[in-house]
């Protein structure tokens, strides 16, 4: 399991919002961890965890527990990543759907989809509902939530004389924003139900709706491009990769073979080793930072308690897995545990 990454663009327009808002742009990007570099393409690959701080210091530096949502309902998907330009020359709503998951992962990547599309057109009992089956744990309804306002904004923008959504269902509770979800959204919100959805008028799944004819050889263009993205992404499979896919279903062992995993992987330690050089880093390191990411996901996710993360990460005992916590994030796991409550 690598890395999740995602589009530099999406980190870049967020960047440049919150600081046309007064954030000063250099300690937004001290926090993400990120250089202006790593930010001159919109095809640029950032890790999904350099995002996530970007927003958390978006909200300590404005006070605004909604400035994602914010952002996503004011600014345009086609500025920035490719999908968006794809999807805006698609033939229909049910076809821009078949083009999100087609390349969502040049827009980021998620280890929380297995097997499955993320977003679903569903017709049931004479309603019309777009179902996000994205799993949504603690602060990642702040993802959602952009989700959903993403689908509105470009729809509402594109299309400002007919109606689209309807209103929302979501697994989260009110957030701390709750009293401008109706300005915002402009739509009624359902907390605590049983899935991610959101009815739109059902005028936009009948034979007789399509989008703007004509955009046929510029669809053509952008998926070409996006094609390539994707096939750039397949080659990319590092020997980090491989070793996280090794050692994930064993990590609660412990202390890990890196014999071991050369043997697996069809090469010898030395080989192993010089791969690892190669890529900069250490079997010692990759272990660690595998053992931090899936600590994070644990405690989120709230499933588990403090004592069980720390046996399924390896650690003989809690003390051992509370230092190295605090080693990781500078706070405990309870406290990060209950932050995200």
């Not at 709503?93 to 040049?106: F, T």
């Not at 280890?111 to 777009?130: C, M, N, P, S, Y």
């Not at 993403?150 to 299309?159: C, L």
């Not at 399924?312 to 932050?339: H, I, K, M």
Request: proline share 4%.
């Amino acid at each position: 399991m690598s890395q999740p990454m995602m589009a530099a663009g999406f980190v870049t327009a967020l960047l440049d919002y919150v600081s046309d808002r007064g954030a000063s742009r250099e300690q937004l990007l001290t926090a993400c961890g990120l250089k202006a570099e790593d930010l001159s393409d919109q095809d640029n690959r950032v890790p999904v965890t350099a995002y996530q701080a970007l927003i958390g210091a978006a909200i300590e530096a404005t006070g605004d527990t909604a400035i994602l949502l914010r952002h996503t309902l004011e600014s345009r998907l086609e500025t920035m990543s490719v999908v968006g330009q794809i999807v805006h020359s698609s033939a229909s709503l049910a076809h821009s759907i078949q083009q999100l998951n087609r390349y969502l992962h040049l827009m980021a990547e998620n280890e929380g989809l297995t097997g499955q599309d993320r977003f679903e057109l569903l017709e049931a009992v004479g309603e019309v509902w777009i179902v996000d089956h994205l799993p949504v744990f603690g602060p990642d309804y702040i993802g959602l939530e952009a989700s959903f306002a993403r689908f509105i904004s470009e729809f509402r923008r594109s299309f400002p004389d007919q109606t689209f959504a309807l209103e929302m269902d979501v697994t989260y509770p009110p957030p701390p924003h709750v009293a401008e979800y109706p300005d915002l959204f402009q739509v009624p919100v359902r907390f605590g139900t049983t899935r991610n959805a959101l009815r739109i008028d059902p005028v936009w799944i009948s034979e007789d709706t399509e989008f703007e004819p004509g955009n046929a050889y510029a669809f053509g263009v952008f998926t070409r491009h996006a094609d390539a993205l994707l096939a750039e992404l397949g080659r990319s499979d590092t020997i980090r990769a491989r070793i996280e896919a090794q050692i994930l279903p064993d990590l609660h062992a412990g202390s890990l073979s890196m014999d071991k995993v050369a043997r697996a992987l069809g090469m010898s330690r030395q080989t192993l080793y010089r791969r690892l050089k190669e890529e900069g880093v250490t079997f010692a390191e990759i272990h660690d930072d595998l053992r931090h990411r899936m600590a994070r996901d644990y405690l989120t996710a709230r499933k588990v308690s403090v004592n069980e993360t720390a046996y399924l990460l390896g650690f003989s005992e809690a003390s051992s897995f509370v230092r190295a916590f605090r080693r990781w994030t500078g706070q405990s796991p309870t406290a990060f545990r209950d932050r995200a409550a």
